[in-house]
């Protein structure tokens, strides 16, 4: 299936028994608090970071010294979300021992959820430092993902995340055109049940 970025980059639902410790590519997007732009703006189809937005990529390029179980690849921030693609390394199999399973020690193994939980608590700290302001939510809660299958998939990723810039004006997160919806949209209806989930499968 041809990656649609109007459709492929929202809100994902975590599939059901998947262990999101397990190696491959992962493409994720998180979103500033109620849509902020608040990590620069978008200038002769050129993202021009805030120092907010360069904290963020310098907080990114630091992942891999926090979780030895990752590899950056592709990312870009926008004006009030991030792009990045992830890949987790490893064998949850051959890491996670009997001690970890009863909480003698914590796994080397980090689950996806971790990781982009790491990357915007060290990021909101920083950026709330540089405001003078403490308890203020710099990310909304959550973030989407999705897992990517393959080598095609990869690519047209890669390929929208460096495009972003020249889309920005048609992007949904894109202020006038963010639409907020609540469970009795019909379009959020696609975005639960197995159509959905089957919907984001590359």
Not at 18 to 24: E, L, M
Not at 80 to 91: A, E, R, T, Y
Not at 103 to 112: C, D, N
């Amino acid at each position: 299936m041809k990656y649609d970025p109007n459709k492929h980059h929202r809100r994902s639902i975590r599939l059901p028994g998947y262990d999101y410790r397990t190696p491959g590519a992962y493409f994720i997007t998180i979103c500033s608090w109620q849509r902020e732009c608040l990590f620069g703006e978008v200038i002769n189809d050129k993202m021009q970071l805030s120092p907010y937005g360069k904290t963020v990529l310098f907080n990114w390029s630091l992942l891999p010294k926090r979780y030895e179980n990752l590899a950056l690849d592709n990312f870009i921030v926008m004006p009030n979300h991030v792009h990045g693609i992830i890949f987790l390394k490893g064998s949850p199999e051959t890491n996670y021992t009997e001690s970890d399973k009863l909480g003698q020690r914590k796994s080397k193994i980090h689950p996806l959820s971790e990781i982009v939980r790491g990357l915007k608590t060290s990021s909101a700290r920083r950026i709330n430092q540089m405001r003078y302001l403490t308890g203020i939510s710099v990310w909304q809660r959550g973030y989407y993902e999705h897992i990517i299958r393959n080598e095609e998939s990869l690519f047209a990723i890669r390929k929208y995340i460096i495009n972003n810039p020249l889309l920005w004006g048609k992007d949904e997160l894109y202020p006038h055109n963010s639409v907020k919806i609540n469970e009795s949209s019909p379009l959020a209806l696609e975005w639960n049940g197995k159509s959905y989930i089957q919907s984001i499968v590359l």
